[in-house]
């Protein structure tokens, strides 16, 4: 009974690199606007190749996508890609960093000014806007680039693995900090992550992939409330969540090669 058209849509699609093997198999997808999906599973699953498909980056072999209705790359403008390495240039402040985009579609100096402004203050940082990166910490760094993605406004947002080299602590911090930002700059979002808790603590879909060939093995749904406490992560319902995923996963892992 889904009315709203979907943001994303994987249609049987099927990926190979080339002439390569199939990486990704018979993958069906809808992702709707209010969707904030995260895909775990093992490493080369095709977790990183499924964002890059939806970015445009690399194209399918068989089957079908589409993103907001058109192909992946008549998109591209309307969503944001955002790595674990934060990919800041060493050489422009914080808030030059985040009025690049704006800066690179001729956006005037004052405009970019004031939504790089703004975009640092929804991440925390107003206070650091003249520092340059290697005087940020890596959590500071990653809310740059959280920043940045957002300064044009994007309808969808890709993220992989963002928070994957930072410490527990810092992690929960800025996973709580996304859902905040993504309560006051609305994105749908497609998420990596090797961390089950951050998934169940952001997602209102989990998406556990198989490997050999990719393909989406199982879906969990995380029905939490937004806006989600810190505490959540305390519940016995979110502990039951980790667990579900947990098991799926040790369904999918590849045995030790012996
Ligand atoms: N540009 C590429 N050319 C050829 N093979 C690739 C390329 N990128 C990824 N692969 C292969 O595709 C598979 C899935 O990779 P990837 O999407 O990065 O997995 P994950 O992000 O889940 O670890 C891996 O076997 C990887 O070696
Ligand atoms: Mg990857």
């Given at each position: 009974m889904e009315t709203v058209p979907p943001i994303v849509k994987f249609t049987s699609l099927q990926k190979r690199y080339?002439?390569?093997?199939?990486?990704?198999?018979?993958i069906n997808l809808t992702v709707a606007p209010h969707d904030f999906i995260s895909f775990i599973g093992?490493?080369?699953?095709g977790k990183s190749t499924i964002l890059k498909l939806v970015s445009g980056l690399s194209p399918g072999s068989t089957g079908e996508l589409t993103v907001m209705g058109v192909k992946p790359r008549e998109a591209r403008d309307r969503q944001a890609f955002i790595f674990?390495?934060?990919?800041?240039?060493?050489?422009?402040t914080a808030q030059l960093n985040v009025e690049l985009p704006l800066r690179l579609r001729g956006r005037p100096e004052a405009e970019r000014q004031t939504i790089a402004r703004k975009m640092l203050e929804l991440v925390g940082l107003a206070k650091v806007?003249?520092?340059?990166?290697?005087?940020?910490?890596g959590g500071m760094k990653m809310r740059v680039s959280i920043a940045r993605a957002l300064t044009l406004a994007p309808q969808l947002l890709l993220l992989d693995?963002?928070?994957?080299?930072?410490d527990e602590m810092t992690r929960n911090r800025l996973n709580e900090e996304l859902l905040a930002v993504r309560a006051v700059a609305p994105f749908t979002a497609l998420f990596v992550t090797h961390s089950v808790s951050e998934a169940v603590f952001l997602s209102n879909r989990i998406v556990v992939m198989a490997a050999n060939?990719?393909?989406?093995h199982a879906e969990v749904a995380?029905?939490?409330?937004?806006?989600?406490?810190?505490?959540?992560?305390?519940?016995p319902d979110f502990q039951a969540k980790v667990n579900e995923v947990t098991r799926l996963l040790h369904e999918v892992e590849i045995p030790p090669s012996s």
């Amino acid at each position: 009974m889904e009315t709203v058209p979907p943001i994303v849509k994987f249609t049987s699609l099927q990926k190979r690199y080339g002439v390569g093997p199939v990486i990704l198999d018979a993958i069906n997808l809808t992702v709707a606007p209010h969707d904030f999906i995260s895909f775990i599973g093992p490493s080369g699953c095709g977790k990183s190749t499924i964002l890059k498909l939806v970015s445009g980056l690399s194209p399918g072999s068989t089957g079908e996508l589409t993103v907001m209705g058109v192909k992946p790359r008549e998109a591209r403008d309307r969503q944001a890609f955002i790595f674990q390495d934060a990919t800041l240039l060493p050489w422009l402040t914080a808030q030059l960093n985040v009025e690049l985009p704006l800066r690179l579609r001729g956006r005037p100096e004052a405009e970019r000014q004031t939504i790089a402004r703004k975009m640092l203050e929804l991440v925390g940082l107003a206070k650091v806007a003249d520092y340059y990166p290697r005087q940020l910490s890596g959590g500071m760094k990653m809310r740059v680039s959280i920043a940045r993605a957002l300064t044009l406004a994007p309808q969808l947002l890709l993220l992989d693995e963002p928070f994957g080299a930072l410490d527990e602590m810092t992690r929960n911090r800025l996973n709580e900090e996304l859902l905040a930002v993504r309560a006051v700059a609305p994105f749908t979002a497609l998420f990596v992550t090797h961390s089950v808790s951050e998934a169940v603590f952001l997602s209102n879909r989990i998406v556990v992939m198989a490997a050999n060939p990719g393909s989406l093995h199982a879906e969990v749904a995380i029905d939490f409330p937004y806006p989600r406490r810190p505490e959540l992560r305390g519940h016995p319902d979110f502990q039951a969540k980790v667990n579900e995923v947990t098991r799926l996963l040790h369904e999918v892992e590849i045995p030790p090669s012996s």
